[in-house]
């Protein structure tokens, strides 16, 4: 049922889907060193132990997109997936100071994901919205300059992200860039409460003024939390392979899990399933619902309000669609009963 259900993927770093064939073939296509001898060579890398290794890791790989193509090509593999797996829309994060600290243009990559989200919609029936995502290891400052370059290029992004490392980078730190987003009438995301405290959601509820909340699965120690996110019915981004292989709660991951998903009154939180960055973390969207689905043994009903509360908390998706696909999740769930 999980790979025939229509559904929106929330919470995708398209840098994170980097398949290590393709890293080597920009690398050789630009005239780079490979970043890894083999494919074998970049799958066994692919073991790291927490987020600050993975983000090495993930920084090192990004130095092969250079040129439009390349933002093109990466974008249309991951498109093509959706297609496969029945995810009818995705918002999709880029992070462009990566880029830029490479010596690549904002335009350069802005350009080569456009092209990208036009040839799927084409090609593939897939819709696909942008979020520009704001690098919270770096300062302010330098997001407030990132800004002045992206701006005037606002009707392409659904809204504003913050990601990257947590610890040591609260979300105060980005008060004045995310104002800014909000004045220029752009929504707001923000990753919260994976690595970092649940505090940490809270901030971004209160300071940052986020439409969603990325991760959020630390919301569980914090009762009062969990009682507002079910009854504002804030959508969280929930990414369980990442969790997973990132050791969050390790050894507990389930029960928390658990905590989050099955546990909070009626209606339940908003919450949806995503694959975060699915090259680095074994799984794209359809193998993260199975993981779930197993790890909390899920039945039909469930992943059919995990794929409604995809169209729910999307950015891209009107009142009158939401409806339809919603009523469309349920004819399909009688099916399988």
């Known amino acids: ?119 799927a919609r084409k090609e593939y029936g897939v819709e696909a919205g942008l979020i520009m995502s704001i690098l919270r290891h770096l300062p302010e400052s330098e997001a407030h300059e990132l800004m002045d370059v992206a701006l005037p290029f606002k009707e392409h992004f659904v809204a504003i992200g913050l990601d990257s490392s947590e610890l040591g980078h609260p979300p105060e730190k980005f008060q004045s860039v995310m104002a800014r987003a909000r004045k220029a009438g752009l929504r707001i995301v923000a990753h919260a409460g994976e690595e970092g405290p649940s505090q940490f959601v809270w901030d971004v509820l209160d300071m940052l003024q986020v439409s969603r909340v990325d991760h959020g699965i630390r919301s569980v120690e914090d009762p009062k939390l969990m009682a507002l996110l079910n009854d504002k019915q804030v959508p969280l981004t929930v990414c369980p392979l990442s969790n997973l292989k990132l050791k969050v709660y390790d050894g507990e991951l389930e029960s928390r899990l658990r905590q989050l998903f099955l546990e909070p009154p009626p209606p339940g939180l908003c919450c949806t399933i995503n694959s975060d960055d699915p090259a680095y973390f074994g799984g794209y969207l359809v193998q993260n619902f199975v993981w779930l689905a197993d790890a909390l043994d899920l039945n039909v009903q469930h992943v059919a309000w995990l794929a409604k509360n995809s169209y729910t908390a999307s950015f891209l998706v009107g009142d009158k669609l939401r409806d339809s696909m919603h009523a469309r999740i349920d004819e399909l769930a009688k099916e399988y009963q």
């Open 1 to 119: 049922f999980a790979a025939v259900v229509p559904k929106v993927e929330l919470h995708l770093h398209i840098e994170g889907t980097l398949e290590p064939e393709l890293m080597l073939q920009l690398a050789e296509r630009n005239g780079l060193p490979a970043p890894f001898e083999s494919v074998a060579a970049a799958r066994a890398a692919y073991n790291f132990e927490n987020l600050q290794s993975f983000l090495d890791l993930y920084y090192a790989g990004c130095a092969v997109l250079c040129k439009e193509q390349d933002f093109t090509d990466l974008a249309m593999a991951y498109l093509k997936k959706c297609a496969e797996e029945n995810v009818t829309h995705t918002e999709i994060m880029f992070d462009p100071q990566t880029h830029m600290a490479n010596g690549v243009s904002f335009k350069t990559v802005l350009n080569g994901l456009l092209e990208a989200v036009e040839s």
